[in-house]
């Protein structure tokens, strides 16, 4: 890194007094370095660095040597179309740490090609290309997904070929770890879909507020969530405070973003930081083709940037800086819009800060660390000061955690208790306790609302519906059978109606589905291509998220009236569907603020280097 630092530096110095390095008379004819002016220009900036003259003359030629080679790489690449393309390599595969590594490839290829290239070169199996934290398609072109002449391109490692000795393990776990991506989408897919209608058992999604409280919320305003599933929480935060769970009706997007960063903060915690971070730009990627209006309001984004920069510092790939720059800022504008200026909204909310704050603590010290890296010592040390104060007050006594823990609590509990409460002890023990009883209320009312579910379904069916429709029917109102019994006894009214109409709309059909939250032009065409059945356009309607594709916008098929079906099948309780379900589950924490429960034993580390290398720094 103090090399890093220093050609930093020195680059800003040249820039400012408009030096290039890569012409006469610092550079030959024959690329050969001007040795006197290269002497002399070392001797010149030496002095105020507190540093040696040798060693500042090494490190501008390294700077002259990548200016010319750039230089020279701009004409080939006009020339010829060859592009000159900066391999970020994984730290065990450089034959010299302090040697950068280029490819030249025209662009028009495959990605594909390129990977081959790679692996060949190097010795690497089995590799993602990431540009500006983006996966590059190995079935497109590099032109095509932004890769320019003089690209920074990572080479992340998707297995450890060196962790095996026989090549079919290899390939075995290769192909564990590429179908470990499919099955987490494929798992909250069906979660996804799921409204909690199908069976009592299940796990679903579900709008709550922070507390666990069900939302009534209109159909088109479904848009932020917190995943539920029995007594355990994923949670995204409104910046009014709300905290909620996700439906099957809202983006889909949003649900595999989450996931996707759940499975990334659990490798993240085995130290499989290249697979997690595999899994972390897969949620990055499904995060951005939410709204901009959600990205804005909820945390859950913010965090996502902090881990794919420390994933990043893990890899050693802070070569990324443009794009980890860009994150930080993108984390730090968040947190401020969701928390308040001086986090005054965060207490409104949920009574103090404390926690929260090790979100800064690491965002000020990944801050630190690449203003260290670009050569700003002042504002490196400035993030710093403010890391120690954050660390000062996030450092726990030991004595208390093991009075906690010999209580009964857990190591997070304690942890998390002291930081809400600033380190007293008595508040922790009371701030832990109150969390625990509100978990066992949030269970007990989940519970109820399950029992209550199953016997409506069951007084329902009685009344001669069938049970798929009874439990459509009671999802739409809340669990309150009456209201599931009347619109049951609409919809049938209104089919027998349709049935006599000729196949026109029925306005009151229209209306029911108005009143169920859809939206009229939905509406109309669901009952059209259900031929004014009110049931079947419901149910049509819910299965795709209340918008039809085009591929469902295709001429209607003659269908019997859904209560005179048996039962259809759901593919949502199939064995398969419920391993996958049940795999993705084991990965999402059964603590709302696990992903604040840091023991800052790397962030402790990485304090110390900093502290280190900027003891030893000069400005220029």
């Not at 083709?289 to 902090?306: H, I, K, P, T």
């Not at 007050?393 to 004595?399: G, Q």
């Not at 006894?489 to 939250?517: F, H, I, R």
């Amino acid at each position: 890194m103090a090399d890093q630092n220093l050609k930093a530096k020195l680059k800003q110095r040249l820039k400012q007094e408009k030096i290039q390095l890569w012409i006469p008379p610092y550079t030959e004819d024959d690329n050969q370095p001007g040795t006197k002016h290269m002497q002399d220009l070392a001797e010149q900036i030496a002095p105020p660095l507190c540093l040696g003259v040798q060693e500042v003359g090494s490190a501008l030629e390294g700077i002259r040597l990548q200016a010319v080679n750039r230089w020279r790489g701009n004409q080939t690449f006009r020339e010829t179309s060859v592009a000159s393309v900066e391999l970020l390599l994984p730290r065990d595969s450089k034959k010299d740490p302090k040697t950068k590594n280029y490819l030249e490839t025209r662009l028009d290829v495959l990605v594909q090609e390129v990977v081959d290239r790679i692996g060949e070169e190097y010795g690497l199996k089995f590799i993602k290309l990431i540009l500006n934290g983006k996966t590059l398609s190995a079935d497109q072109r590099l032109d095509m997904q932004g890769v320019r002449n003089h690209s920074k391109v990572m080479v992340l490692k998707v297995s450890d070929a060196e962790w095996k000795q026989q090549q079919s393990e290899e390939e075995e776990k290769n192909q564990s770890q590429s179908e470990s991506l499919q099955r987490t989408e494929k798992g909250f897919q069906i979660l996804s879909e799921r409204d909690g209608s199908e069976d009592t058992l299940s796990p679903f999604l579900e709008i709550a507020d922070q507390r666990g409280n069900p939302l009534n919320i209109p159909h088109q305003e479904k848009k932020v969530h917190t995943l539920h599933t029995h007594t355990m929480m994923f949670i995204i935060k409104y910046n009014d405070g709300l905290c909620v769970c996700v439906r099957a009706c809202v983006c889909q997007a949003l649900i595999l973003a989450m996931g996707f960063h759940e499975k990334g903060r659990a490798l993240m915690k085995k130290k499989q930081f290249d697979n997690a971070l595999c899994h972390l730009l897969q949620a990055d990627q499904q995060f951005s083709r939410c709204g901009s209006e959600l990205l804005s309001s909820v945390d859950n984004f913010a965090v996502l940037q902090l881990d794919i920069v420390w994933c990043y510092r893990a890899l050693e790939a802070l070569s990324c800086l443009e794009d980890g720059k860009l994150r930080l800022q993108r984390a730090e504008d968040c947190f401020l819009r969701c928390y308040g200026e001086q986090q005054q909204r965060l207490r409104m909310i949920k009574g103090n800060s404390g926690r929260e704050e090790v979100l800064f603590l690491r965002l000020y010290l990944l801050q630190s660390l690449l203003s260290y890296l670009e050569g700003n010592d002042a504002q490196a040390r400035q993030q710093l000061s403010k890391v120690e104060v954050l660390s000062g007050r996030l450092s726990l006594d030991s004595e208390k955690m093991s009075q906690l823990v010999s209580l009964g609590f857990t190591d997070r509990e304690a942890r998390l208790g002291l930081r809400a409460t600033q380190g007293d002890l008595q508040e922790a023990v009371t701030h832990i306790t109150n969390q625990r009883q509100e978990r066992e209320d949030l269970q007990q009312r989940e519970r109820q609302k399950r029992r209550r579910r199953s016997e409506g379904v069951s007084t329902l069916t009685e009344l001669g519906f069938s049970r798929r429709d009874a439990s459509r029917a009671l999802q739409l109102t809340d669990g309150d059978v009456d209201a599931a019994y009347q619109i049951l006894l609409d919809s049938k009214a209104a089919e027998n109606n349709n049935n006599n109409t000729e196949g026109g709309l029925s306005p009151e059909g229209v209306d029911q589905l108005l009143y169920m939250g859809f939206e009229r032009s939905a509406s109309e065409t669901a009952l059209a291509m259900t031929g004014g059945d009110v049931q079947a356009a419901t149910q049509l309607l819910l299965d795709n998220q209340g918008v039809l594709p085009p591929e469902v916008l295709s001429p209607p098929s003659t269908s019997s009236s859904p209560s005179e079906e048996e039962e259809p099948s759901n593919s949502s309780s199939s064995t398969a569907d419920s391993e996958l379900v049940s795999e993705v589950l084991q990965d999402l924490s059964r603590h709302e603020e696990d992903y604040l429960d840091l023991t800052l034993e790397e962030e402790n580390e990485l304090i110390q280097t900093m502290k280190r290398y900027l003891s030893c720094t000069h400005t220029v």
